[in-house]
């Protein structure tokens, strides 16, 4: 496990729309994502309007992602799952789908699409990245949020009035 993410970013004061949507299958995990992200939120975007919206699996977020993309416009969207090997390649193939999806969506649609859908190997893992205080992907989810909002903000501002970039 990575101990190497980038900085905290800075507070942003402007008001910003943040979609999650997160899975309901391992709810103790991913409700930690949840709570970490909610509270690293408070302190780096007072301002936001959060929305969460709650699927059955993993395999339901693109499905969910898409919607809330093409529908409420947010500025980014954060995919909470946690999903755990068992015997057999199910999972590989549930992760490997929804990161695709994820990706595709987010180049589509010109969105920031913070995928923290997490394929770990067992219970432990788990715990260790979603439950955890030293590392809580939850949180990381929330700065990289706050990150790509800002960033986008900022070239969004500076592509102003170049030609073929209206809308973007």
């Given at each position: ?11 942003i004061?402007e ?13 103790t995990?991913?409700q ?11 302190t780096?975007?007072?301002h936001?309007?959060l929305?969460v ?7 339901e ?40 999806a ?27 990245r ?32 170049t ?5 973007a």
């Open positions: 496990m990575s101990k190497h993410a980038p900085t905290r970013p800075r507070p004061q008001p910003v729309s943040i979609a999650i949507v997160a899975s309901l299958y391992n709810n995990f991913v930690g994502l949840l709570d970490a992200a909610r509270e690293e939120l408070e780096l975007a007072p936001a309007e929305t919206y709650r699927v059955p699996g993993a395999f977020i693109p499905v969910c992602a898409e919607l809330v993309l093409k529908s409420t416009k947010p500025d980014v969207l954060i995919a909470f799952g946690v999903i755990i090997r068992g015997s057999t390649e199910h999972a590989d193939l549930v992760g490997e789908s929804v990161t695709d994820l990706q595709q969506m987010a180049v589509r649609h010109l969105v920031p699409v913070i995928h923290e859908v997490l394929l770990v190997n067992n219970e432990q893992q788990a715990e260790q979603c439950l955890g205080q030293e590392i809580n992907r939850g949180a990381e989810a929330a700065q990289t949020a706050v990150n790509m909002v800002s960033l986008f903000r900022k070239m969004r501002a500076s592509f102003a009035g030609p073929g970039l209206e809308g």
